[in-house]
């Protein structure tokens, strides 16, 4: 694998290389990049190639602060870049269903990770400040190449956090180190020029993935209900997917997908402009929004009950 400069993964603000304090990178092999769009939920009625500068511009009020995601081929694998978000991250199991995928999300006021996933399973897992506290079907799978890549998997937990060199192994250089761990396994990595490029891109809809639901109990109980209280009742294939016993499948083409589009909207732009742009929703209409967003979630978990 060739060598790449990755000071950038970890840059601050005023590096001119500075991508950002939460961005997630995905990397699914023998997928193609429109395929790869398709599997995160993209909308292909937004395909259009930008640069993550013109990704990070959507995050806005009027723009209904979509989800967006680029995408190049490197080798057999294809890279998706999300540079305003951490979604790819909870992808991971929807992007490797049939083969294999890797996200690496970095998010300076949370939980940066690393994810390997085969066949929709988490096979290693963990949080890239504390390595030595994996999870997944097979957690020690990568300890030869994490130790290799700059991670120190073996320190325990309860080591003095107050030591200077604890204190740099927990945090300094992981999103560095992540990346490495992914040329490792993969053997491609992307440059910096490479992903801030113009490339195709999308919106996407988590919604219209395969990414296993959040549980809700009752969920298609729960779902009739908020449609219900929300005035959705008559929504053309609403009633009749609620009603199905077999796992249902909408599309973002269908009458029912436009308005699940729609809902999903609503339920970010009450989320996201509780902090940035709060005065653009009246409370009223933010707590609105918000039960759409239940509504989506439960919608989700009836639909897709055989990915639970």
Known sequence: MQQHDLSWADAGHGDPQFLGEIYSLAFVRDVSPLDALRRV??????????????????HNFDDGYP?????????????????????????????????EAISVVRHDYASPRFTHSTDGTTTTTFHLNWPDNRDGTDPDRLLPLMREAGFDPDTADDEDEEDDESWQYRYED??????????????????????????????FDHWFSRTRPYPVEDATTTATRLAAELGLGDTPGLAAALASTDPVVVTPDSDLGRHVREWSTLARRASWSTNLERSRMTDEERSRGHRFGQLTQALAAAFRADLA
């Open 41 to 58: 939920g993209g909308l292909e009625d937004t395909l259009a190639d930008r640069t993550a500068a013109d990704i990070s511009a959507l």
């Open 174 to 203: 992981v999103m560095t180190h992540a990346l490495r761990l992914t040329g490792l396994i993969t053997g491609v990595l992307p440059t910096y020029e490479q992903i801030t490029a113009p490339q195709p891109s999308a919106h």
């Open 67 to 99: 989800e967006a995601v680029s995408v190049l081929a490197l080798g057999e694998w294809t890279v998706l870049v999300q540079p305003t978000s951490f979604w790819l991250g909870q992808l991971v199991d929807a992007l490797s269903r049939g083969t």
